[in-house]
């Protein structure tokens, strides 16, 4: 078993060797940001220091990316990301009320986690898929022309599936 503090160092050495990679290259503070992502499953404050003080950036600069897109996350997402489209189409045709099913399903709200680490729900605005509206996606799998009772049937199947084994919901 890996102890906390060798799998931290372990980290820390894989995203300091990616600065030092990317200080390279013009423009070097997105792709940091996104293997930050990927080695820490988040870009929190303390990672933004760093980032900062490495790439001569400032603090509010890079927060202002991390903030502005979705690919960034402040704190840790489950193994199974839940996104729920509220754009106007699927709003309109009840994308609301998926939302609230998986929250009461999974007893979170928007942006939270469950304590097991499994599932992370996000509301996201448009992911251009109007014409199958209502949408949601699981790990970026698109379950179009959704309703509630398909949203709990893909909890009911998949409850406790990492990433890389959760099964295609049918459109």
């Given at each position: 078993?890996?102890?906390?503090?060798?799998?931290?160092?372990?980290?820390?050495?894989?995203?300091?060797?990616?600065?030092?990679?990317?200080?390279?290259?013009?423009?070097?503070?997105?792709?940091?940001?996104?293997d930050?992502?990927?080695?820490?499953?988040?870009?929190?404050?303390?990672?933004?220091?760093?980032?900062?003080?490495?790439?001569?950036e400032?603090?509010?600069?890079?927060?202002?990316?991390?903030?502005?897109?979705?690919?960034?996350?402040?704190?840790?997402?489950?193994?199974?990301?839940?996104?729920?489209?509220?754009?106007t189409?699927?709003?309109?045709?009840?994308?609301?009320?998926?939302?609230?099913?998986?929250?009461?399903?999974?007893?979170?709200?928007?942006?939270?986690?469950?304590?097991?680490?499994?599932?992370?729900?996000?509301?996201?605005?448009?992911?251009?898929?109007?014409?199958?509206?209502?949408?949601?996606?699981?790990?970026?799998?698109?379950?179009?022309?959704?309703?509630?009772?398909?949203?709990?049937?893909?909890?009911?199947?998949?409850?406790?599936?990492?990433?890389?084994?959760?099964?295609?919901?049918?459109?």
């Amino acid at each position: 078993m890996v102890s906390h503090n060798r799998l931290e160092d372990e980290r820390a050495s894989l995203f300091y060797n990616a600065i030092s990679k990317h200080k390279q290259s013009p423009g070097p503070l997105m792709p940091t940001l996104q293997d930050a992502q990927r080695i820490f499953g988040c870009v929190p404050l303390e990672i933004q220091k760093i980032i900062s003080k490495e790439l001569h950036e400032s603090i509010a600069k890079i927060n202002g990316v991390v903030t502005f897109y979705s690919q960034f996350s402040l704190t840790p997402k489950g193994k199974n990301t839940i996104s729920v489209c509220l754009g106007t189409a699927c709003y309109v045709k009840g994308s609301q009320g998926i939302l609230g099913a998986f929250t009461d399903e999974l007893k979170i709200k928007n942006g939270e986690t469950t304590k097991d680490g499994l599932y992370t729900l996000e509301a996201t605005r448009c992911i251009g898929a109007c014409g199958l509206a209502p949408v949601f996606c699981m790990n970026e799998r698109v379950c179009g022309r959704a309703n509630v009772q398909k949203a709990k049937a893909m909890l009911q199947s998949n409850p406790k599936l990492p990433v890389e084994e959760t099964q295609e919901v049918v459109l």
